[in-house]
């Protein structure tokens, strides 16, 4: 059974740099493509980014220039970099994977990020 | 104008059929992408229903109930996720995904309550 579990701060200054860490079990990493997935609150869901094992990455365009995503095979984790965070970056944090090609078909709980001014 | 628009909201009575719809703008032809369908219930995180092009790629995602399917409206560049025999526990936000453009795009989501 695959489980992903997301970690961090809950609380991030603004302008500062927001990182998570997702923890997957169950899998191998190399098995899928690895998404962060954000919801603010009131608001729909929000695709940040697709990362393969290989350490290519795919961003949403309006948030490209702030994020950095990279997996760490040994510790089997991916993690997600957002800097110059603003309120706007408030929202609960997913983690989610699948197989590539095909979407995501697995989240982690998900971890809620406050930007505070 | 979004790429994908999905009413804000939606009612049924338990034992419904229940359609919800996912339009595309124009200009993108529904024909041409593969719908993914996500179920979110307050405070939990979303949960695959399942995704529809049609093609050999098509699957319900484990464990869920096959009253849940996919379809498509070509008429109305539209794709449709259907619950047959709406239940209580079906009450939840539901979104349409496609990848467009290089990235992946949610639709807004509709939250159905059951009646």
């Known amino acids: 059974q695959v489980q992903l579990q997301e970690s961090g701060p809950g609380l991030v200054k603004a302008s500062e740099t927001l990182s998570l860490t997702c923890t997957v079990s169950?899998?191998?990493?190399?098995?899928?493509?690895w998404s962060w997935i954000r919801r603010p609150a009131e608001k729909g869901l929000e695709w940040i980014g697709d990362?393969?094992?290989?350490?290519?990455?795919d961003h949403n365009p309006a948030l490209t220039s702030r994020v950095t995503m990279s997996v760490d095979m040994s510790k089997s984790q991916v993690s997600l970099k957002l800097r110059s965070v603003t309120a706007a970056d408030t929202a609960t944090y997913y983690c989610?994977?699948?197989?590539?090609?095909?979407?995501?078909?697995?989240w982690g709980q998900g971890t809620t990020v406050t930007v505070s001014s | 104008q979004a790429v994908l628009t999905q009413p804000s909201s939606l009612s049924a009575s338990p034992g419904a059929a229940v359609s919800l719809t996912c339009t595309f703008r124009?200009?993108?032809?529904?024909?041409?992408?593969?719908i993914y369908w996500y179920q979110q219930k307050a405070g939990s995180p979303p949960q695959f229903l399942l995704r529809?092009?049609?093609?050999?790629?098509?699957?319900?995602g484990s464990g869920v109930p096959s009253r849940f399917s996919g379809f498509k409206d070509a008429s109305a560049n539209a794709g449709i996720l259907l619950i047959s025999g709406v239940q209580s526990e079906d009450e939840a936000e539901y979104f349409c995904?496609?990848?467009?453009?290089?990235?992946?795009?949610f639709g807004g989501g509709t939250k159905l309550t059951v009646l």
């Open positions: 989610a994977g699948g197989q590539v090609g095909f979407g995501v078909d697995v």
């Open positions: 169950g899998v191998s990493i190399t098995s899928y493509q």
């Open positions: 990362v393969y094992f290989s350490g290519a990455s």
């Open positions: 124009s200009g993108i032809d529904v024909a041409a992408y593969r």
């Open positions: 529809y092009k049609p093609d050999p790629g098509d699957q319900l």
């Open positions: 995904v496609i990848y467009h453009g290089s990235a992946w795009v």
